[in-house]
């Protein structure tokens, strides 16, 4: 944990989610942020019904999710096209 | 046989997969060749099984190519899984997607399942209850909110070949034993040039781990 009661986390955007911020970065955030802190901070919509967010590669993490020191955050769109 | 399902069928032809059963219900429409290099001009209106059995048996004649005109639901797919190694998902809509994963989770195959979009796509290459399977990562259409009638997607004619051509990489490796995208879900993004794994942790509460 870093000073001040902060944690490093590290976001990682892909495909057309691209548009919100760029493709990794490490953010410092208070201690006891949510999943939706982050979809605030990139003002990603967060109904998107194909979002997805995985933290540490854990699947159907839910917005109040309260992230850690060191956690990655991966979001990305479900693709149905063939 | 679409994006994904014509790079993929024409490389394991190539490569001399020893029985390939494709199961396609569309007739082919111009609007269909932009990115479908199977097919050409003089095909426009013929089924896609029929057009696509011949391309493959002209490629190779050694290998058995079986193709029907069938769509892919509940009961249809269980046709046609005798006999198989392998499922692989070229289909263009969620809910086949979700079926495939879910009778190669029963029926303990494997396969491999991408999706594209625009430029981008994903691909992920599963083996039954050991690795992180489709709805690991992603929530059951049925039970969420994911809408599986969406309209047509976007595509740049490229984008499917590359996905459709990973997806043969990974028959061809899975079968000889070589490293695969077990426990990843790959993200091609053709804008930026970038590919990379997403390690996925297998859900202890999915349809894989009961």
Do not use: W
């Not at chain 1, 490093?8 to 919100?20: E, P």
């Not at chain 2, 429409?29 to 029929?50: C, H, M």
């Not at chain 2, 249809?76 to 005798?82: A, E, N, P, T, V």
Request: hydrophobic residues 40%; neutral net charge; contains cysteine.
């Amino acid at each position: 944990m870093t000073k001040n009661n902060s944690i490093s986390v590290t976001v990682k955007l892909f495909a057309d989610l691209r548009i919100y911020g760029p493709d990794r970065t490490v953010l410092a955030l208070q201690e006891g942020s949510t999943i939706k802190s982050i979809l605030k901070r990139y003002k990603i919509p967060k109904d998107d019904k194909n979002l997805i967010i995985m933290v540490n590669g854990r699947p159907h993490i839910q917005s109040d999710f309260v992230l850690g020191d060191g956690d990655t955050v991966a979001i990305f769109p479900i693709i149905a096209g063939g | 046989m679409g994006g994904l399902g014509s790079p993929c069928s024409l490389y394991l032809t190539a490569a001399g997969i020893k029985e390939l059963t494709i199961i396609d219900n569309d007739v082919l429409d111009l609007s269909n060749l932009q990115r479908q290099i199977l097919y050409n001009e003089t095909q426009v209106g013929r089924d896609k099984a029929e057009i696509t059995k011949e391309v493959l048996s002209n490629l190779n004649s050694e290998i058995q190519i079986k193709t029907y005109k069938d769509y892919i639901d509940e009961n249809s797919i269980k046709k046609y899984l005798k006999g198989q190694d392998f499922i692989v998902d070229c289909s263009d809509n969620l809910q086949t997607k979700f079926l495939v994963n879910k009778v190669a989770i029963e029926n303990n195959m494997k396969c491999v399942i991408a999706g594209i979009k625009d430029f981008y796509g994903q691909i992920i290459t599963i083996n039954p209850k050991k690795s992180a399977c489709y709805q690991c990562v992603f929530p059951d259409p049925e039970k969420d909110s994911i809408d599986p009638n969406a309209g047509p997607l976007p595509v740049i004619g490229v984008t499917p070949g590359i996905l459709g051509t990973l997806e043969a990489l990974e028959v061809i490796k899975t079968t000889l034993g070589l490293p695969n995208l077990y426990d990843n879900l790959l993200m091609v993004n053709l804008l930026d040039l970038s590919f990379n794994k997403i390690q996925v942790v297998k859900d202890e509460k999915c349809i894989c781990s009961k």
